[in-house]
């Protein structure tokens, strides 16, 4: 049943493969977080400031991606981004067959989902914030630029550092659905390994397990950033 | 002769509709089946945990770790392909549900939200004060007593919210179950935009139907918590 010959490394087995999928699961999940929490900032961004547009379209954004199932968006932008991309070349004067790669698409296609989570954590970080706070920086005659790195940054990474965690759980268990897409990252690999070996139950479980490992240690990692910028305060 | 205008239900996009709202049964049905078992079983794993049985405690503890930190399509390709690949599950009995990707999804669907759901009513259960459950007590309260009268109306206001979350959450799952040949909503949007290499209006319809029917959920929600929080409504 458990095949465990058909994991070791090089010609014989899949180990090689599998870990080389699982650095691509660690790296999409890592670029599709970053992007993910840019698009947040200014979704926020665009939530806070005292504009009835900006805050109807990230409201609009944030409401329809959550609302509507990752493998879905994940389809759209798969199947759809290349259409998009080509008709946008095409007003360039280009009317060649583009094709995204899939490493960009995945990342996109994360960062989209990621982003509406990591936005409300954001906001409620930013939220929780004592207005007095900024007022008494401008009194003392700080610029915008100051307060926000001196004065509302740091308080925001802490608030928001608990929430962050489990959005980037949630980022790298998304990151399993990008398998539809045919990008090699750890679920793909272990259904072409499963393929292969006639054997589904190794691999799968095999991939439960890496993905255990990932959510685990990044976990303690976080843990770990929490410990870090709390200090002081407790 | 020359057609004039073009109807609305010319528009791809608006047979598409009613070509993926034949999936709307099938997206249900999976719902009404796994939601209510999962809400059951969660209440049961939650009281599991926090008893004072430390093994069995550990037993669902790990479970939930298990689960949580795997992602659904795993869960689901184990329970779809892993199981099925077991000789003896194939000659048992289990195999007339195991080979059917409905009820693999539902197992799958089910699995995963007790994990999540018994994590939210333990939150519930440990929130609750002494002081209730001590006023229980000197009442004579029996265990099943305590737990319908004080434990559980108490949990089920404090956890509303998240556990609606978790239904939400339900609602977007079950696309999941189309990678496991079962055809619901995202099944049917995936075989038309196979058919019409029409992606984008392929997959907005059945956007927007999943986007109806969180809709419904969230308004479902919000009608519980104005129901067990009668006595915070303000009286006008």
């Not at chain 2, 308004?219 to 104005?226: G, P, T, V």
Request: charged share 15%; net charge positive; with cysteine.
């Amino acid at each position: 049943m458990f095949k465990f010959d058909k994991l070791v490394f090089g010609d014989l087995g899949w180990g090689d493969e599998l870990l080389f999928a699982t650095l691509m699961t660690l790296i999409v999940s890592i670029l599709s977080m970053g992007l993910g929490l840019f698009l947040a900032i200014i979704t926020v961004w665009a939530k806070i400031i005292q504009s009835r547009i900006t805050r109807f379209i990230a409201n609009f954004y944030t409401t329809v991606i959550r609302g509507v199932p990752e493998l879905l968006v994940i389809y759209l932008i798969f199947f759809g981004g290349n259409a998009v991309v080509m008709s946008i070349a095409k007003i360039f004067g280009y009317n060649g067959y583009i094709e995204l790669n899939a490493l960009t698409i995945a990342t996109i296609a994360i960062a989209f989902i990621s982003a509406t989570y990591s936005s409300e954590v954001l906001r409620a970080a930013y939220l929780s914030i004592n207005k007095g706070q900024v007022e008494a920086a401008k009194a003392l005659g700080l610029n915008r630029f100051s307060i926000f790195i001196r004065i509302l940054a740091p308080q925001i990474i802490r608030y928001a550092l608990p929430g962050i965690g489990n959005v980037w759980q949630i980022t790298l268990k998304d990151t399993s659905l990008i398998s539809v897409t045919g990008l090699v990252e750890i679920m793909r690999q272990s259904r072409i390994a499963s393929n292969v070996e006639h054997s589904p139950l190794t691999f799968l479980i095999t991939a439960a397990l890496l993905y255990l490992f990932l959510t685990t240690f990044s976990g303690k990692f976080f843990k770990i950033l929490e410990i870090k910028f709390s200090q002081g305060y407790n | 002769m020359e057609q004039l205008y073009i109807s609305l239900k010319d528009y791809l996009i608006f047979k598409n509709f009613f070509e993926v709202i034949k999936g709307l049964d099938n997206t249900i049905l999976l719902l009404a089946i796994s939601l209510p078992i999962g809400f059951i079983l969660s209440l049961i794993f939650a009281l599991g945990r926090v008893s004072k049985i430390t093994f069995l405690a550990k037993i669902i503890a790990g479970y939930i770790f298990v689960i949580r930190g795997t992602p659904l399509l795993v869960q689901i390709y184990l329970i779809y392909f892993g199981l099925g690949s077991i000789k003896a599950i194939r000659d048992s009995f289990m195999w007339y549900l195991l080979k059917e990707p409905f009820w693999c999804g539902v197992i799958a669907l089910t699995v995963n939200t007790v994990a999540y759901g018994s994590e939210i009513f333990r939150g519930g259960i440990q929130s609750i004060e002494k002081g209730q459950i001590e006023s229980g007590k000197a009442l004579g309260f029996g265990k099943f007593m305590m737990m319908r009268k004080i434990i559980f109306p108490i949990a089920i206001r404090k956890v509303l919210p998240s556990y609606g979350n978790e239904l939400i959450l339900m609602v977007k799952a079950t696309s999941l179950v189309s990678l496991t040949t079962y055809m619901e909503m995202t099944g049917i949007a995936r075989r038309i935009m196979a058919k019409t290499f029409a992606p984008v209006e392929a997959f907005i319809a059945a956007g927007m139907l999943y986007l109806f029917l969180n809709f419904l959920m969230v308004q479902f929600i919000r009608y519980l918590e104005w129901k067990y929080n009668a006595h915070l409504r303000v009286s006008n």
